[in-house]
């Protein structure tokens, strides 16, 4: 994992490099705009971060492959889709938790559709969808995706 964060890194550095040449005065405001960018997130990711080491750190992988594990079966896809649903946050934050659930044991088809729920289920928004695009619209969508999730979460059990 480590090496594709190097290479992305390489390649950015090399694009830089190529476009400084190109027009300096461009490259200095796209750099400009990438610390305004990286001071904005860093807080947020230094948070995501110290969350998943509180996760590692208080809940027993043990607790982790009961509730999440494939010796849970069904009842584990449910788990992984029910917490991505209630999660809050941006995407990115699900990918590094979901790495920890893995990591401590939890069945790959009930992470998967932690992650998809996490990403198109909103029950915390839920209110604010309703009020924009009717009660029945914003249920029915929530519905659609949260099932979308299961669905995905055991294709990717095929697959994996």
């Not at 830089?16 to 860093?42: E, I």
């Not at 788990?79 to 044991?105: E, K, Q, R, T, W």
């Amino acid at each position: 994992m480590r090496s594709v964060g190097l290479v992305y890194l390489v390649l950015i550095l090399a694009a830089y490099a190529l476009l400084y040449r190109v027009s300096p005065d461009k490259t200095r405001q796209s750099l400009q705009a990438a610390v305004r960018s990286l001071v904005k997130v860093l807080p947020f990711l230094v948070a995501i971060f110290a969350l998943i080491g509180l996760f590692q750190a208080f809940v027993p992988p043990a607790q982790i492959e009961a509730r999440f594990g494939a010796s849970a079966g069904w009842a584990s896809l449910l788990s992984g889709g029910l917490l991505g649903a209630v999660a809050m946050g941006p995407p990115v934050a699900a990918f590094p938790l979901a790495g920890s659930l893995l990591d401590a044991g939890a069945w790959p088809p009930a992470v998967a559709a932690f992650i998809v729920a996490w990403v198109s289920v909103g029950i915390i928004s839920l209110p604010f969808e309703a009020e924009t695009f009717g009660f029945r619209f914003a249920l029915t969508r929530n519905l659609i995706t949260f099932l979308a999730a299961l669905l995905i979460g055991l294709l990717i059990g095929v697959w994996v």
